[in-house]
């Protein structure tokens, strides 16, 4: 396929694929940013998002080598289901933090994220070579506590109380993942030395 | 010899907090360049110049979110550091906490855990925050022990999260939440 619209993927895994954000998807992420739903877990403040609020938020896509982040594509269909992002990448450390938005209500609950999560692990560990991801999570959301757990991550502890959410509050779930523990699905067989060639070859 | 009194807003039994200081920015420039300091404060160790201390200076002195105040012993009215609340979020009621004592002849006398204290009192009692968290690392157990005299217990350990020294140290993450509110006039 040499189509124009075919996007560009970086990590291909089974059912999803990551690659860059293009400027011409910040409508996607208009429509997201105002999806109360999204909103309610993602962690980036409330609504309403004005498109050029929206387009401020979304400058971290392109500068900034601290963090580093791919759209969510279902690799089938190129279609965007959401973003993933990698934030306070700390060389020196070896540290990052993780988080994913499933922007696509259809695409929600389908195990999307969980190989999105990942991939974004593999890419963190064998690709960027860091050492240790954290993320933190609300205790309202069990489904995205779940799928950071079947990806790799580890609770380690509860911030309690922390998250005021519809007139409760809520602890928040700390979560850990290191590159000791990790199996690369993809990167690995990626990021591994060249075979040595035969004589002849160019 | 002891110095004229500073303007301050918080007194407790033997440290008092007050206001940033421009006239004491040499001051943080040479607390800055302490890599004893350094050591526990995550920043990376190296040469600071009056220009850096400056740009900090002028970031925190007016900063929005964050509250930062200038420690100083009241037996002689000296800065011994600083200390400082970030990320403060109203509608979750939360905040960061860091604390930083850059004169080496004040540390070890328990004025870090009374600063904690006081520090807490604010957070709480005067700005209305419910949970007050702080990251501290496990090559730090001077530190670890000031907050929990304070009244922070660990909630989480980010395992090997930390260099320094060659090796890597897990980063232990501590909160301390506020009391139930009691009644003005309860016993």
């Known amino acids: ?202 | 010899m002891s110095e004229q009194q500073p303007v301050v807003n918080i007194t407790g039994e033997h440290v008092a907090l007050g206001p940033l200081r421009r006239d004491l920015i040499s001051l943080h420039q040479r607390w800055f360049n302490d890599f004893e300091t350094d050591r526990t404060q995550g920043d990376l160790p190296g040469p600071r110049t009056l220009e850096r201390a400056t740009r900090w200076f002028e970031r925190n002195a007016t900063s929005d979110d964050a509250h930062w105040f200038t420690i100083y012993e009241m037996s002689s009215w000296q800065p011994i550091g600083i200390t400082w609340l970030s990320d403060i979020d109203d509608k979750n009621g939360t905040c960061y906490f860091a604390i930083s004592i850059g004169e080496p002849s004040a540390r070890g006398k328990g004025y870090g855990s009374e600063v904690t204290r006081l520090m807490l009192d604010f957070a709480f009692n005067r700005l209305g925050l419910h949970n007050v968290a702080l990251d501290v690392f496990e090559n730090n157990p001077a530190g670890i022990r000031a907050y929990q005299k304070a009244g922070f217990r660990e909630f989480a350990r980010v395992r090997e999260a930390y260099v320094s020294g060659g090796r890597r140290w897990d980063d232990i993450l501590m909160e301390a939440i506020a009391e139930e509110p009691q009644a003005a006039d309860a016993q």
Request: hydrophobic letters at 40%; proline letters at 4%; glycine letters at 12%.
């Open chain 1, 1 to 202: 396929m040499t189509n124009n619209d075919t996007p560009i993927y970086s990590i291909s895994g089974e059912r999803v694929a990551l690659g860059p954000i293009e400027a011409d998807t910040m409508p996607l992420f208009y429509r997201w940013f105002n999806d109360m739903e999204l909103l309610r877990t993602a962690g980036i403040g409330d609504g309403p998002w004005t498109m050029e609020r929206v387009e401020a938020w979304c400058k971290r896509f392109n500068d900034g080598s601290d963090e580093a982040w791919f759209m969510v594509f279902e690799r089938e269909s190129g279609q965007p289901l959401g973003f993933a992002g990698l934030r306070e990448i700390d060389e020196r450390h070896g540290t990052a933090e993780y988080a994913i938005s499933v922007g696509e209500a259809s695409a929600r609950g389908q195990g999307f994220g969980t190989e999105a999560t990942r991939l974004m692990l593999d890419y963190a560990f064998v690709a960027r070579g860091l050492h240790s991801v954290l993320l933190d999570a609300a205790a309202y959301n069990p489904g995205g506590i779940r799928a950071y757990e079947k990806a790799g991550f580890r609770e380690i502890g509860r911030r309690h109380e922390a998250d005021m959410m519809g007139g409760k509050r809520w602890d928040i779930v700390y979560m850990q993942a290191l590159a000791s523990e990790f199996e690369s699905p993809v990167l690995g067989r990626v990021f591994v030395p060249d075979q040595p060639r035969e004589a002849g070859e160019a």
